[in-house]
């Protein structure tokens, strides 16, 4: 308990360093205030979006995006990637379509979505489910396969069949490669989503930094990538924890 505490002490030592210097570097100069404002004008730029109530309404729709579609894909990716790996026919038959589609980056599909679904709230949400999506059964799949195979054939000569195999063999064997797939997955989603929201959304954090954009706010477009990195740090931090406790349960750690 100690060295977590101090684990999270030296964390907001490092952030407070980070806009201290932020700081600094403007005041001193660097690059004219109107491009690079400090982290003071920064944070009092957030506080005056979070007062007229802008961001709370952009970052809720964001924020409901991100989980849809996350929470869809990863867990769908998951699934399907156990399935997959389960068979060795399917493996073979499924894994260079499932490596094809993982090299595709997220945002290729925005162009094809907007024909396919429209200029929607499900337009987002299905960009978001792609970028887990193929991602989650790709580290599932290669988790499991770089497992030995007698883990298997043992469960199966004990009767581990099936679902039971999948859930109680496959995937906690595989649990630290899906879970750190996860979290990368989980920053991906973030960054996937603001990008569709800016250029095909009427709502979002995106289409609120295009607005900034287009009258030359810096501080306010700052403001918003420094609540998306807080963001993005804290469903780290989330995972991470569910992490440590998932892997404590199967033995993984004490």
Known sequence: MRILKKYFKLEALSIVALFALWEVASRIGIAPAYLFPPFSETLKSLVGLATTGQLGLHYSITLMRVLMGLGMGSSIGILLGLAIAYSELAYRALYPIVTLLYAVPAVAWIPLFIIWIGLNEALPIAVVFMCSFVPMVYTTLTGIRSLSPSIVRVA?????????????????????????????????????????????????LGLLAMTAQSTLR?????????????SNYAFQVMIERAEVRLLRKWGYVR
């Open 218 to 230: 810096v501080d306010v477009i700052l403001a918003i990538v420094l609540i998306l990195a807080l």
């Open 156 to 204: 199966q000569v004990l009767g581990a069949r099936g679902p039971a195999a999948l859930f109680y063999i496959l995937l906690p064997q595989a649990l630290p490669s899906i879970l750190a797939g996860l979290k990368v997955e989980a920053g991906m989603a973030w960054r996937t989503c603001f990008v569709v929201e800016m250029v095909a959304a009427s709502s979002g």
